[in-house]
T-cell receptor, first 109, second 115 residues
Framework: GQQVMQIPQYQHVQEGEDFTTYCNSS?????IQWYKQRPGGHPVFLIQ?????EVKKQKRLTFQFGEAKKNSSLHITATQTTDVGTYFC?????????FGSGTRLSIRP | NAGVTQTPKFRVLKTGQSMTLLCAQD?????MYWYRQDPGMGLRLIHY???????AKGEVPDGYNVSRLKKQNFLLGLESAAPSQTSVYFC??????????????FGPGTRLTVL
């Protein structure tokens, strides 16, 4: 079945440094979603990308969808302690949505 | 709107006991899902439903059963709990608005420990 690979698994950064997580699929995706899960919390929807090459920004977060619609990335500029959590990409498959394994972001103050 | 709610929030079971987790949503969503998340792991789909009276297997269905008798409720049952089922269980729902895809709304989770 469809799989979505996400790297890295963990990233530990100094506050103020940038952070990037990558999501790759072996098949072309119709769209891709990103979710954030705070420690002890539940996943919360951040954004959806639909168009080839699409770039969307939410304050310090930049989301990109590859030209071939097989990969996506989330970049956080100048991380803050509020960014701590696990970031998941997710791709639709029939009636389901397939989640990547997530990237856990921790931050040194 | 309460969104997606889950009952109970925490539960400890002994091996072999049974229990039912309840998920309720007040957004009139057609699709509902049950996931499990093990420590440091991603979300694995257990079962899902595309409408009242329907259910389907996900990635890890063994040891679980589900029912969707009412549109707003999705029940997850553990017939005979095993320590391997110790996990956090999340319910989610989504609308089918005809767009490419709609976001999933997650409940707060049920933390289950099987001794």
């Amino acid at each position: 079945g469809q799989q979505v690979m996400q790297i890295p698994q963990y990233q530990h950064v100094q506050e103020g440094e940038d952070f990037t997580t990558y999501c790759n699929s072996s098949t072309t995706l119709s769209n891709i979603q990103w979710y954030k899960q705070r420690p002890g919390g539940h996943p919360v929807f951040l954004i959806q990308l639909v168009k080839s090459g699409e770039v969307k920004k939410q304050k310090r977060l930049t989301f990109q969808f590859g030209e071939a619609k097989k990969n996506s990335s989330l970049h956080i500029t100048a991380t803050q302690t509020t960014d701590v959590g696990t970031y998941f990409c997710a791709a639709p498959s029939a009636s389901k949505i397939i989640f990547g394994s997530g990237t856990r972001l921790s931050i040194r103050p | 709107n309460a969104g997606v709610t889950q009952t109970p929030k925490f539960r400890v079971l002994k091996t072999g006991q049974s229990m039912t987790l309840l998920c309720a949503q007040d957004m009139n969503h057609e699709y509902m899902y049950w996931y499990r998340q093990d420590p440091g792991m991603g979300l694995r789909l257990i079962h899902y439903s595309v409408g009242e009276g329907t259910t389907a297997k996900g990635e890890v269905p063994d040891g679980y059963n589900v029912s969707r008798l009412k549109k707003q409720n999705f029940l997850l049952g553990l017939e005979s709990a095993a320590p391997s089922q110790t996990s956090v269980y999340f319910c989610a729902s989504r609308q089918t608005s005809g767009r490419a895809w709609d976001e999933q709304f997650f409940g707060p989770g049920t933390r289950l420990t099987v001794l």
